[in-house]
């Protein structure tokens, strides 16, 4: 079965610090991946994505993440936590097409950010 | 802001109801797709629509059903609602095959 996993369900980091937030995935073939964040009472934001190319993907607001193929990982990075990146973040995964699939997201169960000042 | 626009935002319903929720998409944006996220879990893929047709669909029962308007924009009803179908309902629109744009999402409540 496909599915997204986000081991941790809360990360906790102090400002200025480096941060990560890990995803893991059970996709055959090559799925395309993202990460979104959700402010309360907000939907969801898109951060950045990875399609082919480059291991490590740049997107909004600093943050990063890295595609491991051996370890079906896709962990998002940022070098220095702000106190505004505190949110709930979601990995997400989209079959590769051809495969009967669409364009869905497959989501995992989210981890929330504390940055503390 | 994503140019998603949902409504309403906030709706109580009781069960055995019908609702309507609805979504403009993005400017340029021929793809819709619905999730339902219920509280302190991820969304959960409902249905996509691409061009007024629908363009693949998750594991819910044939009581969510959706259209899509010449416009884009997207109507889901659900049918008989159950407890359970308490949730944040996320529209989400793109061009076909790129990254999805989310609204601030419906929230219903079933008493």
């Known amino acids: 079965a496909q599915s997204v996993a986000q081991p941790e369900d809360q990360v906790n980091v102090a400002e200025g610090n480096p941060l990560t937030v890990k995803c893991t995935y059970s996709?055959?073939?090559?799925?395309?991946l993202f990460w979104y964040v959700q402010y309360p009472n907000r939907g969801l934001q898109f951060l950045l994505k990875?399609?082919?190319?480059?291991?490590l993907v740049k997107g909004s607001y600093g943050f990063e993440a890295e595609f491991n193929k051996s370890q079906t990982s896709f962990h998002l990075k940022k070098p220095s936590a702000l106190v505004s990146d505190s949110a709930l973040y979601f990995c997400?995964?989209?079959?590769?097409?051809?495969?009967?699939?669409?364009?869905?997201?497959?989501f995992g169960q989210g981890t929330t950010l504390q940055v503390k000042p | 802001e994503t140019g998603v626009t949902q409504s309403p935002t906030h709706l109580i319903k009781t069960r055995g109801q019908q609702v309507t929720l609805r979504c403009s998409s993005q400017?340029?944006?021929?793809?819709v797709s619905w999730y339902q996220q219920a509280l302190g879990q991820g969304p959960q893929f409902i249905f996509q629509?691409?061009?007024?047709?629908?363009?693949g669909r998750g594991n819910f029962p044939p009581r969510f059903s959706g259209l899509q308007f010449p416009n884009y924009s997207s109507e889901l009803n659900v049918n008989a609602l159950e407890l359970d179908d308490s949730a944040l309902y996320l529209c989400?629109?793109?061009?076909?095959?790129?990254?999805?744009?989310f609204g601030d999402g419906t929230r219903l409540s079933i008493l």
């Open positions: 989400a629109s793109s061009p076909y095959g790129q990254p999805q744009h």
């Open positions: 996709v055959s073939g090559n799925p395309y």
């Open positions: 990875y399609i082919t190319g480059d291991n």
């Open positions: 997400a995964v989209s079959p590769p097409r051809g495969s009967g699939n669409t364009g869905k997201l497959i």
């Open positions: 400017s340029g944006h021929n793809t």
């Open positions: 629509y691409y061009r007024e047709e629908e363009n």
